[in-house]
């Protein structure tokens, strides 16, 4: 006879699963933490609020440490007074900005601090939005411009159905996603000989009557380089001047948006070229925020189809519905004023410059602890990249990562895109919460890693491998 216990379906359940161990077995010492709970399935019970808190919190100690995470471009540290602005707001949705008009109104003011940040002639005019990242900005970014353009040859009367966008090969992939998901041809630019980034040249000499635009990408994702927009502008003008080709740049500036303004000041790469149309930046990079926030703005009113603008008026002001997310948090958008008020220009600065200093420095250890070529020695962004300079080796970049997981750090190992796939190489973001003391240990470890390498003269170089790049 089954005890009513075995009739339970949702111990029958565990019964099965148990078999193909499928489940999760709590095992503690109080009565409500003994049974087992499905891993794939809701359960037919609750369970009390410290059990499933346990659960998790104990379950989630297997993920790396984020301060560890030298992967990353996101913020992994935010003040104690952040996490409590945060806390207060985690049930307010930013689209209600009927119900939320004071963060509407942060977010505006948001917008046109980057605006003036990036030298808008119309800072308190001009058109933008918070998004959910970087990726939502570049979305964004790009149907402006195929909206542009499709407005322009229709009143030339020509044909529609054949827009392209130009970006480098070295472009992140949310503007492969751009081209697959609204239909637009990917002309990319592919790196030759020694190049890390695009050639502004080349770049120009792709583009036609049915480019919408040229993506310019300030902090490459593979090495921390900045593109050279300048010399993008340039080639475009004289495009211009030779075929009558008026062709818009937008600046992916992901990570450099939040860097350049503070670390290098009279870099020419923002709205001071009137050729460079809108800008994006991820406030969860270098805006030093927790992730989900990014942002969009445009040059001026006039550079964004006002059919891609849902207009609210709320605060008297121009507060523009723009967006693909609907639903967002508005605890993020908190998170970045705050900071934005909080450090000021002179904040944000100290911090991008400590971060560069533990760059260039531990670029120039890492270069003379092993066999290694800099590639990117943290002048742009604070980021460090190298590759191997001894093809002898019994060992490789992703070896290397591997081992230094021992110790918690997570440092990725990947390969260039199309064009430059043989060149394997690791890389380092270094970003606020990266002491030159942890720095001082990470090179420490590397160390030691090399000396065991050494000492093993049967290990073979893993030659492919994935993980931790972003
Ligand atoms: C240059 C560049 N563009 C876009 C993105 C996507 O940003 P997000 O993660 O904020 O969506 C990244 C992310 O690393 C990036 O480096």
Request: aromatic residues 10%.
């Amino acid at each position: 006879m089954p005890t009513q216990m075995e009739k339970d379906p949702a111990n029958q359940y565990f019964a099965r699963k148990q078999e193909r161990a499928d489940i999760l077995r709590p095992m503690y010492a109080r009565k409500s933490l003994l049974g087992p709970t499905p891993r794939h399935a809701i359960p037919e019970e609750g369970m009390a609020p410290s059990t499933a808190y346990n659960l998790i919190h104990d379950e989630l100690i297997l993920d790396g440490s984020s301060r560890f995470n030298l992967a990353t471009f996101c913020g992994t540290w935010m003040e104690p007074e952040a996490h409590q602005l945060m806390s207060e707001t985690f049930d307010k949705n930013m689209i209600d900005k009927d119900e939320y008009p004071q963060t509407a109104e942060l977010e505006m003011r948001c917008v046109h601090m980057l605006a003036e940040l990036w030298h808008s002639p119309e800072p308190d005019r001009t058109i933008g939005t918070s998004t959910i990242g970087s990726s939502e900005a570049c979305m964004l970014g790009g149907l402006a411009l195929k909206w542009r353009w499709r407005e322009k040859m229709r009143k030339l009367g020509k044909a529609t159905d054949k827009p392209n966008l130009v970006t480098g090969s070295n472009t992140q992939v949310c503007w492969h996603k751009f081209a697959r998901y609204w239909d637009v041809d990917a002309r990319e630019v592919p790196l030759e000989g020694d190049e890390v980034i695009t050639d502004p040249e080349r770049a120009a000499a792709a583009c036609d009557e049915n480019t919408i635009g040229v993506v310019s990408v300030l902090g490459s994702t593979f090495t921390g380089h900045y593109e050279n927009v300048v010399a993008l502008s340039a080639a475009l003008d004289r495009l211009q001047e030779k075929t009558g080709l008026d062709i818009p740049i937008h600046v992916d500036g992901a990570s450099g948006g939040f860097v350049a303004p503070f670390l290098q000041p009279d870099l020419l790469w923002d709205f001071r070229l009137p050729r460079v149309k809108s800008i994006n930046t991820s406030g969860h990079k270098y805006g030093l925020v927790y992730p989900g926030v990014g942002w969009i703005v445009w040059r001026e009113l006039s550079d964004l189809d006002p059919d891609l603008i849902f207009n609210v008026d709320y605060l008297g002001g121009a507060m523009p519905t723009l967006a693909i997310n609907f639903s967002r948090p508005a605890s993020q958008i908190v998170a970045q004023y705050y900071n934005l008020i909080r450090l000021g220009r002179a904040g944000y600065r100290a911090i991008h410059q400590a971060c560069q200093e533990v760059a260039v420095e531990l670029a120039a250890q890492i270069a003379e602890v092993g066999p290694f070529k800099m590639l990117s020695t943290g002048h742009d962004l604070p980021v460090i990249a190298w590759t191997l300079n001894d093809p002898s080796l019994n060992w490789s970049l992703y070896d290397l990562s591997d081992r230094l997981r021992d110790r918690g750090w997570q440092v990725p190992t990947y390969r260039m895109p199309a064009n430059r796939q043989d060149l394997i190489l690791q890389r380092i973001v270094v970003r606020n919460g990266f002491t030159h003391d942890l720095a001082g240990m990470l090179l420490k470890d590397i160390r030691r890693h090399l000396d065991w390498f050494a000492t093993q003269p049967g290990f073979n170089p893993t030659l492919d491998g994935a993980g931790y790049h972003h």
